[in-house]
């Protein structure tokens, strides 16, 4: 890992890309309390942003800290940067704490077959781990958001009775939120990116 308080170069990224803004706090569930010209300039500065930074900067950001790898992911899902996914993958699964949110909505952005494997081997992994409450809920979430995007029902195996999320919720049934309600966050954080993805594609045939 990378740090910006001793890395010249991942910090002179993180005061181009990251902190303008407090963008890395709104990265998330606050963006979705933004309205009127607060949101507008929000949302033109990121796909500004989206625009600017070079694939090889955003490898960069990706090995800093979290407020790095989250303003990376949202910026590769604003400009649709498929060429990421794998790398996306491999931090969702080796997330190591609560900050997973950002690499599923990017994924769910994608939202292809590929990037629903990758949200299923987060759920495969950390489901059998009751003691470690990160984003399994996030996760199924977006599982079965991209069950609704791609007419199929893979979120199933895992909502089944006796099945991994029941046993996951039978251990920690005070600190989770019902996935079906939650995917409501989820299709609004998705939202939120593909008007940012348009908005960046008309963009692009400008230039």
Do not use: K
């Not at 790898?69 to 609560?98: D, M």
């Amino acid at each position: 890992m990378r740090y910006a308080n001793t890395d010249p170069e991942l910090m002179d990224l993180v005061r181009r890309f990251v902190t303008p803004g407090r963008r890395y706090l709104r990265l998330g569930g606050s963006l979705l309390r933004l309205s009127g010209p607060e949101r507008e300039l929000f949302v033109r500065e990121l796909v500004q942003a989206a625009g600017e930074i070079t694939p090889a900067e955003l490898g960069i950001l990706f090995e800093g800290g979290w407020r790095e790898r989250r303003t990376a992911s949202w910026l590769v899902a604003v400009a649709g940067r498929t060429e990421f996914r794998s790398r996306i993958g491999e931090l969702l699964l080796a997330s190591g704490g609560p900050y997973g949110g950002s690499y599923c909505i990017t994924l769910a952005t994608f939202g292809t077959s590929a990037d629903a494997d990758l949200v299923c081997s987060y759920l495969d992994r950390y489901l059998p781990q009751p003691d470690l409450v990160w984003d399994q809920t996030f996760a199924l979430s977006t599982l079965l958001h991209l069950d609704a995007v791609l007419g199929t029902e893979r979120a199933s195996r895992y909502l089944a009775a006796g099945g991994l999320w029941q046993q996951w919720t039978d251990a920690t049934s005070n600190m989770v939120r019902d996935p079906q309600e939650y995917r409501q966050v989820v299709d609004r954080l998705c939202s939120f990116a593909s008007e940012c993805a348009e908005l960046f594609a008309r963009m692009e045939t400008r230039r």
